[in-house]
């Protein structure tokens, strides 16, 4: 079957047009030499497979493009001329745009002038417009029209309802709805938030009394609204016992205790503590912790697995990774339990596969503090070093160092940890070392060294600061020394660490009498 639309014919002097002009003649003159030709065959051209076309289809060149050329120059200027004339300026944009694609061809210029005159058109047609006060958006779309129509009927018939039948809207919406069982109500409530100061030495059960009292005063005063009553500690005496009205949020984070009532669903006051004290400790219980896990995870490197115990952490040189188990600063206790009870110390647990979840405070929240092992940071320049844990900064100290600039830059760790180490003499390395390999950490005699360049490559520090730093630096501690510059500008915790020390120290020896080290001094 044979399909007969309307005559096309390709006039274009680029290739593609030549091309199809070829192919078009070639298949008429296919046509012609079949046995039984059409008398239509002389004004008809082969389009696709067995689909032939005449100029006079209405569709003509819409035909053109999709099956014989989808780039001819004069199918698109002819399609853009008819959506012009039609008003159709997006197509008409379109299909000029495409001529101008195919260059050279004879079409070209035409369709680049029709842009210019569609532009033309288009920006007077829009000043027309704007002068009679025709440009201008709709106030709202349609689909919100419809809504703001259909919630209008909504109020006009509860109105009629309210007016009709008598009562409050609430209790007519009842009547007209059959409700399911189970429904569920909720009140909405304004919350209405104070302060009430405090005295920190303020006994618990007075605290909960006057809490108790104003919340409940606070209430009458403010009818069916939520009270929220937060109790903050200061330090200004005339300030105690007084109410006031939060005005500003930070209050909230200084609150210890917050008190809610809310009358209109529940005659109880709610008092709930905040735990300020954790708050107050957490950055020394962080020290504590991973004080521990550093050791810890030493110990491990060195031994291929963690101990089954702590006290494996207290042994004499060289097993030494640890001087103590410290305080945990909310609780003031350095007893080690198996599992978590909340009742301070510490919870050690061996099977675990983080050291977060190895060795922990025994305490409500201090089992999410991270991993941050300790460290130490030098800087040659300013002859400083800082002792770290993550980012609490322990202590500074300033620093001695080789001469010549001996003292070698690079990352290092604490192999040796020597109360009164021996060298040479009984005094070449002071009061404690931390050894490093070849150089050390360690005490001077001559405090006149530090803040200079006097050793043969150690580090040195005074007597006083090595002994304070040497419980703080487990075996296996990182040591990083560089030329100048810091890599972070580290936080200090309220109160010194060394408040973590347990009053009663361990009894195993650091001072190895046998042991002669031989560090650069």
Partial sequence: MIHYVSEILIVSNTKAGQANLSRTERSRMIRRQERF??????????????????QSDPLYYEKVIRYLDANSPEAHYNLGQKYQLKGNWKRAFFHYKEVLKTYPSPFYSAANRALHQLNEQQAAHVAKLSEVGAVRKPLLPPLMKKLLIVLAVINLLLLLVFALGGGAVHSSVSKMKAWDVGREVTYET???????????????????????KQAVQLAKDMPKTSILLYGVVTQDSTSWGKTMRLTHEDLIKQAIVVATYQPEIDDAVRIRFLNAAWKEHQPLTAIGANLVRTALMAYSRDKGKVPERLDALLQDYPGNYLSYIPKEAGSGSNAVAEAYTGGGGWVYN??????????????????????????IEINKAEHQLKLLAGNQLLW??????????????GDFIVTDRVLQPRGKTASSYGEAGLGLGAIALHGTYDDSSIGSNASLGCVRLSNADIEQLFPFVPKGTAVHIQAAGWPSLPARPASP?????????????????????????
């Fill in 37 to 54: 030709r059409n008398p239509l065959d002389d004004h008809l051209i082969h389009l696709h497979k067995n689909l032939y076309i005449s």
């Fill in 190 to 212: 304004v919350e209405a938030p104070f302060v009430l100061y405090i005295s920190e030495q303020t006994p618990q059960a007075e605290l909960e009394k006057a809490l108790h």
């Fill in 350 to 375: 061996p099977q675990a596969q983080t050291p977060e979840e190895m060795f922990y405070a025994n305490m409500a929240g201090a089992e999410a503090v991270p991993y941050a092992p300790i460290h």
């Fill in 396 to 409: 500074d100290k300033p620093i001695g160092l080789g001469q010549q600039d001996s003292t070698p830059v």
């Fill in 497 to 521: 660490p060394d408040v973590l020390q347990p009053a009663e120290l361990p009894h195993h020896d650091e001072s190895p009498e046998h042991v002669i080290f031989h560090w650069l001094g």
